[in-house]
C-alpha cells in the first residue's frame, strides 16, 4: 500500500492545500495530512484540533485520507505512518529552494522521498499567511478556502480586528 504524507501548518486549509490533497488522493493508496505546529512561525490563528476539524469537514469527499496532527520530526512520522513518500504543494519558483532544502534533509534522515506537486496557477497566490492578514480586516477570503475554514474565520473576525480597533478608539458619543 502506498501512503503520501502531507505536512503543513494549514493556518488556516485552503484551496491550494486542498488542490494538493486531492491531486495526491489519485496517486496514493492512503492519504494522511499531517497539522504541525511550526515553532518558526508566529502565534497560530487556529489550535491543532481546530484545524484537524477545518482539514476533515474540508476533505470529507475524499475517501483515502486520514488526518493527524503533530509536533515532532516529520520524518518520525513518515516512519510511524509507513509513508511511501512526503508530499508537498509547490505555488512558485521562490518555494522550491526551501522545500528542496528539507526533502534532502529529510532523505538524509530517513529515506523518505518527497515528491512536488505544483498548484494550479488559479491557487498559486493563495498562502495562509496572506489569508489570516485579510481576514483580521474584515476581508472577504470565502473564495479561497473551503466553507468549514469560511465558517470559521467569520465567527473567529465577524467585522474584522481593525473594526474592532476602531470601535475601541473612537471617543464617547456626547448627548
Do not use: W
Not at 67 to 78: D, Q
Not at 79 to 88: E, F, G, L, P
Amino acid at each position: 500500500m502506498t501512503v503520501g504524507l502531507i505536512p503543513g501548518s494549514f493556518d488556516p486549509f485552503h484551496n491550494g492545500h486542498l488542490e494538493v490533497v486531492e491531486r495526491a488522493s489519485h496517486i496514493f493508496d492512503e492519504i494522511v495530512v499531517a497539522a504541525i505546529r511550526n515553532p518558526q512561525k508566529s502565534e497560530a490563528m487556529f489550535d491543532l484540533d481546530e484545524r484537524r476539524e477545518m482539514i476533515a469537514d474540508s476533505c470529507a469527499h475524499i475517501n483515502n485520507v486520514r488526518i493527524v496532527s503533530i509536533s515532532t520530526l516529520l520524518v518520525n512520522v513518515a516512519r510511524d505512518v509507513n509513508a511511501t513518500a512526503i508530499v508537498k504543494g509547490l505555488r512558485a519558483v521562490s518555494d522550491f529552494e526551501s522545500e528542496l532544502q528539507m526533502a534532502q534533509m529529510n532523505r538524509s534522515l530517513s529515506g523518505v522521498e518527497t515528491l512536488f506537486i505544483p498548484t494550479s496557477s488559479n491557487h498559486s497566490f493563495i498562502a495562509s499567511r496572506l489569508l489570516r492578514e485579510v481576514a483580521r480586516y474584515g476581508g472577504d477570503v470565502s473564495q479561497f478556502v473551503p466553507s468549514a475554514v469560511a465558517t470559521r474565520l467569520k465567527a473567529l473576525f465577524p467585522g474584522g480586528e481593525h473594526d474592532l480597533v476602531l470601535r475601541l478608539r473612537r471617543p464617547p458619543r456626547v448627548r
